[in-house]
């Protein structure tokens, strides 16, 4: 026995019918080597996230916002999937009715080959106008010191979703929908802080799905999860995702 072993229910739940959601949060890049938010180490240590990661921030100090977007993208770029987002993309393709929703930024999922990604908090690789909102992806992971501007003068802010703002309409009551929906949900790498990514999982098991929790601490989700795997997700999901007869490339 040891403290990442799936029951027998999981398994029964990975290799039976039934939709399966996966959402993920910052602990499931950390294997990639990208921080966390919170935490010893985390983005946030030292730091008030009201200064770095909310719209009246970047209205305040658009240089000081910018540099902290441009060296996380630096960041993400030079990292690569790791065995839990590969496993995820495998288990999406050996059953075909699994989704990843996830709270990261940094297109890891989608760089593992996970093919429609529900992207709750935006991307680090968008660019969207303060002014007359117009989006367009680029990723280049140097953009230079400054934010640049729109062809409408305005500055192009990080396409990432800060606090007090909306998540994106679409991916939210896809979030919602697939949770309602979904048989068994893996809830992998995140501190289910934040709202409303967090009150996805309540929601799924009221609807009736069998909910784990993959995270190597305990969460304020931690006491109401059917399942709890505490271990790194990059060895987690994996064992999840054989066990469900997916075959995965652990090398990351
Ligand atoms: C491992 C591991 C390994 C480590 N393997 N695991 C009270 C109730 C309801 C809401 C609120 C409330 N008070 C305030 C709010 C609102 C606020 C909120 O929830 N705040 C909370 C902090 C209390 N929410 C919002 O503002 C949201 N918007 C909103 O509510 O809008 C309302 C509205 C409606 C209509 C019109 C207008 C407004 C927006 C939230 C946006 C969050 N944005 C950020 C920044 C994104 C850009 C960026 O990347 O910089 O998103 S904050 C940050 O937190 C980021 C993350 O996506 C998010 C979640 O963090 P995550 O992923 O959980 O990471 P950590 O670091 O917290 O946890 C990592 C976990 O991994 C840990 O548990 C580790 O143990 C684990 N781990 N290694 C597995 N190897």
Redesign the pocket.
């Known amino acids: 026995m040891d403290a990442f072993r799936p029951s027998d229910a999981l398994v029964a739940l990975l290799r039976g019918p039934g939709p399966i959601l996966a959402l993920t949060?910052?602990?499931?890049s950390?294997?990639s080597g990208l921080a966390?938010?919170?935490?010893p180490g985390?983005?946030w240590e030292g730091h008030d996230?009201a200064a770095?990661?909310t719209p009246e921030a970047f209205a305040r100090d658009p240089l000081l916002v910018w540099r902290f977007?441009a060296w996380?993208r630096a960041r993400a770029a030079e990292a690569r999937p790791n065995a839990?987002h590969l496993a995820l993309a495998a288990l999406e393709r050996a059953r075909g009715d699994v989704r990843v929703v996830t709270?990261?930024?940094d297109g890891l999922h989608e760089r593992a080959g996970s093919p429609s990604v529900v992207r709750?908090?935006?991307s680090?690789w968008t660019l969207r106008c303060v002014g007359d909102g117009t989006e367009k992806e680029d990723f280049r992971a140097d953009l230079g010191a400054l934010p640049p501007r729109c062809g409408c003068g305005a500055f192009l802010r990080?396409g990432?979703?800060?606090?007090?703002?909306?998540?994106p309409e679409r991916e939210i009551r896809e979030a919602f929908d697939l949770a309602r929906r979904a048989r068994l949900v893996l809830v992998?790498?995140?501190?289910?802080?934040?709202?409303?990514?967090?009150s996805l999982p309540r929601i799924a098991r009221d609807a009736g799905a069998y909910v784990v929790e993959?995270?190597?601490?305990e969460?304020p989700l931690s006491a109401s999860v059917d399942e709890r795997l505490a271990?790194?997700?990059?060895a987690v999901l994996p064992r999840l995702a054989e066990a469900a007869g997916a075959a995965v490339d652990r090398t990351g």
């Open positions: 949060g910052a602990g499931v950390a294997e966390t938010f919170r935490g985390g983005l996230p770095l990661a977007y996380r839990g709270q990261n930024v709750l908090h935006g680090l990080p990432v979703v800060w606090f007090g703002e909306a998540l992998a790498g995140t501190s289910s802080l934040v709202q409303p990514a967090a993959v995270n190597p601490d969460t271990g790194p997700s990059g």
